[in-house]
């Protein structure tokens, strides 16, 4: 069957998973292995060295590009070495125009690492008329964007504010992380570019870090794939492995997440000690309507703003039993965390406080558990406050 005909479920499954060829093992073995024996000088199968091609990235290679509908999909080891990939294949001295709610690791690569080689600034990707001026003010060769934003959740119209770049000759980029490609594919919208963090909630399992990229512009490919090669933020081989395992059930997993963070959102929504709550599922997210119509889900992250101080937010965090107070997301189990101290830390004060991460701000990562034990761990813990 051609693979255009498959749907998104069974290609996670049947792309890049076809049995192995030699022995008809339906899972394929791990080329656990870094180089390969050639007949002659230079005269190899396609593989000689694993930090360049090794037959295992390349099955979740394949898939990867399939459920973002791309032509080429590289994976590396961290979602962060993908940022760094896509920056460096910018010629030096290149414009950026960042959204202003990002991923803090995103904005300290970019404030401390690329502010040396690149020229950068930060724009509410959620206002047009802000996009528009910035794009010809600035004139930048890239438009970095996230969407739905971590950790405010603010959604930007991807069809308007890529077809925008495009007007002014920029390249876009969009970090799906958050929706994944069951929820979101920015390609169809209009980017250029998408990449995510696999750490998340491709893989699913909180046991690897990785990243990919996928596109359909064989030369940007082409380009990142040598700076892959040249600069090393190689996956192993075992960890695209455990990636493509986890791949496997996205689609049943992300349907869970959905099902409990919007659950969970209503309940916080109607609790006392809590002031606000963002979910782009639930009516009152500012651009829920933006959010129905760009994305086929809601995804499983939610944030929101206890009443109360610095001290109440550890409180709360420090009294729950089910949720692990620690980073990342996109995993099985449900992680809590607070911005301001943990992930956004490297976001100036200032900053924060200008785009609302302040010290009562929590994000959660709500897993795939019994929504009804999730629920009643907040519930206890909210009622210590
Ligand atoms: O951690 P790493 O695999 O390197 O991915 C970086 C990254 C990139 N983009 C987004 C949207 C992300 O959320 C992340 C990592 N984020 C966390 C660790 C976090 O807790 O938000």
């Not at 420090?318 to 607070?338: N, Q």
């Amino acid at each position: 069957m051609a693979k255009k005909a498959l749907k998104f479920a069974t290609k996670l499954i049947h792309v890049g998973g076809k049995p192995d060829k030699e022995t008809g093992a339906v899972i394929p073995p791990i080329y656990q292995t870094t180089t390969y024996a050639q007949s002659s000088p230079g005269k190899h199968q396609g593989y000689d060295y694993s930090r360049c091609q090794n037959p295992t990235r390349d099955r979740l290679e394949e898939c990867l590009a399939s459920i973002e509908k791309a032509k080429y999909a590289l994976v590396t080891s961290s979602g962060i070495s993908v940022v760094a990939l896509i920056l460096h294949a910018l010629p030096k001295g290149s414009k950026i125009l960042c959204g202003d709610d990002v991923y803090g690791g995103t904005y300290r690569l970019l404030t401390t690492v690329f502010n040396e080689i690149h020229d950068i600034r930060f724009v509410d990707t959620t206002d047009l008329k802000a996009v528009k001026q910035a794009l010809t003010e600035h004139r930048p060769q890239l438009l970095w964007l996230e969407s739905p934003t971590n950790p405010l959740l603010k959604i930007t119209d991807l069809t308007k504010v890529t077809k925008l770049a495009s007007e002014h000759k920029a390249l876009s980029v969009v970090d799906n992380t958050f929706m994944s490609p069951y929820f979101q594919n920015p390609l169809d919208l209009g980017a250029d570019i998408v990449m995510h963090s696999m750490t998340k909630y491709l893989n699913g399992h909180s046991d690897v870090l990785g990243g990919c990229l996928m596109t359909n512009q064989k030369s940007f490919y082409e380009k990142c794939w040598t700076l892959q090669k040249s600069i090393g933020p190689t996956a192993s081989p075992f960890d695209s492995w455990l990636v493509q395992r986890g791949l496997k059930t996205l689609a049943l997993r992300m349907e869970a997440h959905q099902k409990n963070a919007l659950k969970i959102a209503k309940f916080l929504e109607g609790h006392s000690k809590v002031e606000r709550v963002y979910y782009p599922g639930l009516k009152s997210h500012p651009q829920h309507s933006l959010a129905k119509r760009q994305m086929s889900g809601f995804g499983g992250m939610v944030t929101f703003f206890l009443k109360g101080d610095l001290k109440k937010s550890k409180r709360f965090l420090e009294k729950l039993k089910l949720f692990a107070l620690a980073e990342s997301l996109g995993g099985v189990e449900s992680l809590i965390e607070h911005p301001a101290i943990m992930t956004h830390a490297s976001v100036p004060k200032n900053i924060r406080e200008e785009l609302g991460i302040h010290d009562n701000l929590i994000r959660m990562s709500v897993g795939i558990e019994d929504v009804d034990d999730l629920i009643s761990d907040l519930n206890s813990a909210l009622s210590t406050l």
